[in-house]
């Protein structure tokens, strides 16, 4: 029988519109912290708004459930760059995200915040970006689980081989991609050429017995 995360985030692999999205997000939501994004509906967040588009509400939802490694921007703080408009910025100001005005589910994009950086396409869609957002806070603000700054490309290889991708595109801060097994997230980020910083998440400790073996020495274990 399938664990209710993996359940949910293996049903992003025949979803095509925001609200399968929207309902996957919502699913994992409730497999991983025991509440829906349904239940922070209200008022939605800047009301009819014009600035933003109708799929950052899940972005707003879901950052009311979760703690948040990363900054949603209110609909007051989202600025203007040329065509696009910011509303998503790493921790540090480090890197940033925005989209175009162009649908109620626009892509997103991505770019470093130094001079010269050129946006890069991260998601299709703001929905697709919102997954990617809950599973990236959902692993890192766990307390329970374990991490390393550098993993090499074979000890990389070895873990990945015990977990099932996520059908979403690689978040490209990092770039970083996500993968599940059971009640177990994992993600690896890129870390130069070879190197991965990888953590991995549980909602249980007994969640990641699978992978003891292959955490020896890491610098933060706690299952």
Same mark, same amino acid.
């Given at each position: 029988m399938l664990d209710d995360v993996? *359940?949910?985030?293996?049903?992003?692999?025949?979803?095509g519109t925001t609200k399968q999205r929207e309902g996957v997000l919502n699913r994992f939501s409730?497999? @991983? =912290?025991?509440?829906?994004?349904? *239940?922070t509906v209200g008022e939605p967040v800047g009301g009819k708004s014009r600035v933003v588009p109708d799929a950052y509400q899940a972005l707003a939802r879901i950052g009311a459930v979760a703690r948040s490694?990363?900054?949603?921007?209110?609909?007051?703080?989202?600025?203007?760059?040329?065509? =696009?408009?910011?509303? =998503?910025?790493e921790n540090q100001g480090v890197c940033e995200w925005s989209f175009r005005q162009e649908s109620a589910d626009p892509p997103v994009w991505f770019r470093h915040n130094e001079?010269?950086?050129? @946006?890069?396409?991260? $998601?299709?869609s703001m929905s697709e970006f919102a997954i990617k957002v809950?599973?990236?806070d959902a692993v890192h603000m766990s307390p329970i689980g374990a991490s390393i700054s550098w993993l090499a490309l074979k000890d990389a290889n070895k873990l990945i081989k015990l977990f099932i991708p996520v059908a979403v $595109?690689?978040?490209?801060?990092?770039?970083? *991609?996500? =993968?599940?097994?059971?009640?177990?997230?994992l993600a690896l980020m890129k870390n130069g050429s070879g190197w991965f910083s990888a953590t991995l998440a549980a909602r249980?400790?007994? $969640?990641?017995?699978?992978?003891?073996?292959?955490v020896v020495g890491w610098e933060r274990v706690s299952f």
């Amino acid at each position: 029988m399938l664990d209710d995360v993996e *359940s949910a985030l293996l049903e992003l692999r025949n979803l095509g519109t925001t609200k399968q999205r929207e309902g996957v997000l919502n699913r994992f939501s409730k497999a @991983w =912290y025991g509440v829906g994004i349904e *239940s922070t509906v209200g008022e939605p967040v800047g009301g009819k708004s014009r600035v933003v588009p109708d799929a950052y509400q899940a972005l707003a939802r879901i950052g009311a459930v979760a703690r948040s490694n990363n900054r949603l921007l209110q609909e007051f703080e989202v600025r203007k760059v040329g065509q =696009y408009l910011v509303f =998503y910025v790493e921790n540090q100001g480090v890197c940033e995200w925005s989209f175009r005005q162009e649908s109620a589910d626009p892509p997103v994009w991505f770019r470093h915040n130094e001079p010269g950086a050129r @946006w890069r396409r991260d $998601s299709d869609s703001m929905s697709e970006f919102a997954i990617k957002v809950a599973l990236f806070d959902a692993v890192h603000m766990s307390p329970i689980g374990a991490s390393i700054s550098w993993l090499a490309l074979k000890d990389a290889n070895k873990l990945i081989k015990l977990f099932i991708p996520v059908a979403v $595109s690689p978040l490209l801060f990092g770039p970083t *991609s996500f =993968y599940v097994h059971a009640g177990a997230l994992l993600a690896l980020m890129k870390n130069g050429s070879g190197w991965f910083s990888a953590t991995l998440a549980a909602r249980h400790p007994r $969640s990641l017995d699978f992978v003891q073996d292959l955490v020896v020495g890491w610098e933060r274990v706690s299952f």
